[in-house]
């Protein structure tokens, strides 16, 4: 029954036919190979989760020397860029409502007396904190300096005005980003969404599109097969992805020094069944989806979650047991520990795998669906 | 190959290309094709008529195993439509009603993509002789999209026989298409057939029902009437006058009204006046006949009288 069966030379005259058609559609291939290049040079240099030099107005009370060391401290910080000097409260409050300063420090009067009297004066830092991811570290930064602002003020006489020393140290050591380069994250968060995006996308287009052109019932009367036709349509998009992973990854090392502790080819079979999964879920999408835009917002629909729900945008960690349960389900968040242990900690197989087969899972549970609501007849 | 059984080895020429029973067809509640049954004979060009919605195109699906029917058995090509449907397939070309190919892809590309999805061997030298004699070797390098409506569908036939199918099945090919075109393509079909290759073809144009050996009219999902053109007309049991003068519109109206004249139709310059029973319809037309003005004459009904006629008798039967 050799008709039944997988036919080769079928196989490859529908990658023949899905590459002519992707080639001739030049801005939508430029657009696959763009995109990437694009939102990595947007994330990895316009975007920014830790901003410094925030514009800061200091309200000065005193204008003596302890003073001044705290507004000095708060500067050399690098996350205080004073840029106003307001005479009155009610100029510094207008600074702040305008939003032309993200903070206002208070330095109260006789700031410098108080501190010689040994009264703790405070110092008001009021922060601006409609973006709470703008100011937090800002404001943590700020926070340390209460002990070290002075230490060099209060010497000698006056040294029993400083602060005691705390009962521990507190030693921050950031491991495989010591420098926090977001730009280490962005590289594999982008890989994971970029594939999720236009790979998901671009299959479940390509298939509906089929049918939207009335060429389906044509390939339909034909002697292919479902698995012809889908695999015919998933593999040039695979290659899609991986021209997209290279442009990524080498974009990356050369403008950002991304690291790449692991294996590279562990790295690409990992991409491979990844690539599989979303091109798997756009299959089925266009089972489902009656026109080109129908796919196009049920691609939306899965790229939403997996965007925010993976641990790209927002910690995995700090996210809610629900959501985190459905980050689960999502083959983006295990692509992006698997990416993460590759490229920034250089694991190995070994830890690799528990991140692996989840993905290989939902693939199989995908394509299943895939292959079922393909159907070989108009009914 | 044991899937085909002792009906696949029929040498052509043995078996009719078509032979159906029973067909049904319903999407939900409607019911599109019901208790169908045909048979085409190997080489014959068969045209399937009736208006938009009878039912044409779910019959030519569910041949060629596009669509599941509902009831009803039968083998096209001496294969069972409902389980052997990939073994009709490699041997059906099927022209859908709209045009199926690529547009983003030259002719010739879409030509070696069907040819390679039947397996067409050698495939190159093939697509040039298919090229060639369908004339379309000078724009083998043009897109799809860019061919004209006659173009188009001349391209859609050639990708239909690239395989060298024993049945065409073709949708309402030249729908929107001019007639010089049409012409053009008629003598193709022809021309296939001849070579042993059976046509069943749909279409809305009365003229191309008569280049057909033998037609089916098709209404509500049911076959109303099939033979030959000569064997519809002389079936339908209608006697028709044609009579020309001034003032037709009126005397269509006045015509109308008269019991023994089932039908009366504008026809160019003449109005074709139709009933079923002769003795009825000659004693109607008699008082109109005085008048000198007009010019009567006893004529053969034409295919769209007796389809016409079928189609509000059917009508009628079904309200009652």
Redesign the interface.
């Known amino acids: 029954m050799i008709r039944r069966g997988f036919s080769l030379s079928r196989f490859r005259a529908m990658l023949v036919k899905e590459f002519i058609q992707m080639f001739r559609d030049r801005l939508t291939f430029a657009m696959m190979v763009a995109i990437p290049i694009m939102q990595l040079v947007l994330f990895g240099y316009a975007i920014n989760a830790d901003p410094r030099a925030l514009p800061t107005a200091v309200l000065l009370g005193d204008n003596g020397t302890y003073a001044r060391s705290v507004v000095r401290a708060l500067e050399n910080s690098g996350y205080f860029q004073i840029v106003a000097w307001p005479a009155r409260p009610a100029d510094a409050e207008k600074l702040i409502q305008s939003g032309e300063v993200q903070f206002l420090v208070d330095i109260p009067i006789d700031f410098g007396r108080d501190v010689l009297r040994g009264e703790r004066p405070a110092i008001l830092i009021e922060a601006d904190a409609t973006d709470p991811v703008a100011t937090g570290n800002a404001l943590a930064a700020a926070a340390a300096l209460g002990r070290t602002a002075l230490m060099h003020d209060l010497d000698g006489a006056l040294a029993p005005l400083q602060p005691g020393p705390t009962p521990f140290e507190i030693r921050v050591h950031k491991r495989y980003n010591p420098e926090g380069a977001t730009e280490y994250n962005i590289v594999p968060g982008l890989m994971g969404t970029i594939l999720t995006m236009t790979l998901g996308m671009m299959t479940a287009v390509a298939v509906t599109r089929e049918f939207e052109r009335g060429t389906m019932e044509n390939l339909l009367a034909t002697p292919a097969r479902p698995l012809e036709v889908m695999l015919g349509k998933i593999v040039p998009y695979v290659f899609v992805g991986f021209v997209q992973v290279c442009v990524i990854l080498g974009t990356g090392i050369a403008l950002f020094d991304v690291p790449m502790e692991g294996s590279f080819w562990l790295l690409m079979l990992c991409v491979f069944v990844f690539i599989a999964a979303n091109l798997a879920v756009g299959f089925t999408f266009s089972t489902l989806a009656r026109s080109q835009m129908q796919a196009m917002q049920m691609s939306m629909f899965f790229f939403l979650p997996s965007m925010l729900l993976s641990g790209f945008l927002f910690p995995f960690r700090g996210m809610p047991g629900w959501a985190q349960v459905i980050g689960e389900a999502l083959p983006l968040t295990h692509f992006l520990r698997i990416v993460r242990g590759i490229l920034l900690k250089g694991t190995g197989w070994a830890e690799a795998w528990p991140s692996l087969w989840p993905i290989l899972l939902f693939l199989a549970i995908v394509a299943a669906i895939a292959l079922r609501r393909y159907r070989q007849t108009l009914d | ?3 085909a059984g002792p009906r696949g080895t029929a040498r052509p020429g043995e078996a009719p290309a078509i032979s159906v029973r029973g067909l049904a067809k319903r999407f939900g509640s409607r019911v599109v094709v019901k208790d169908f049954d045909i048979e085409v004979a190997r080489g014959a060009i068969f045209g399937f008529l009736g208006p938009n919605g009878s039912g044409k195109t779910t019959t030519i ?1 569910m041949l ?5 029917p509902d009831a009803g058995e039968g083998e096209c090509l001496g294969f069972d439509i409902r389980r052997e ?3 009709i ?2 041997r ?1 070309g ?1 022209m ?1 009603q ?8 030259t002719v010739r ?1 879409n030509l ?3 040819g ?4 067409v061997e050698p495939l190159q030298r093939r697509t040039t002789e298919i090229l060639t004699q369908f004339g379309l070797a000078q724009r083998s390098d043009q897109l799809a999209g860019t061919l004209s409506g006659g173009w188009k569908q001349r391209l859609a036939l050639a ?1 239909c026989v690239i395989h060298s199918p024993e049945l065409l099945l073709l949708d309402e090919p030249t729908a929107g298409v001019d007639p010089n075109a049409r012409r053009e393509f008629w003598e193709m079909i022809h021309a296939l057939a001849a070579g042993g290759v059976t046509v069943l073809v749909s279409t809305h144009y009365m003229d191309e029902a008569e280049r057909c050996h033998r037609i089916a009219y098709l209404a509500g999902g049911r076959l109303l009437l099939q033979g030959t053109v000569p064997e519809v007309v002389a079936g339908s049991g209608l006697h028709t006058w044609s009579v020309e003068g001034p003032d037709l519109a009126t005397l269509q109206q006045e015509l109308r009204t008269r019991p023994g004249i089932d039908m009366v139709a504008a026809f160019g310059n003449a109005l074709h006046v139709t009933g079923t029973n002769r003795e009825a319809l000659d004693a109607a037309i008699a008082p109109f006949r005085e008048d000198r003005r007009y010019r009567w004459e006893r004529v053969e009904p034409s295919l769209e009288d007796v389809f016409i006629h079928t189609l509000a008798h059917s009508e009628a039967a079904a309200a009652q």
Do not use: S
């Open positions: 190959m044991t899937a699906r060629c195993g596009l669509l599941t449907a990939a073994e397939k490699r059906v099927y859908t709209r045009f199926g190919l690529y547009e983003d892809m590309e070696e993509f069907i390679r999805m039947y397996g990708a």
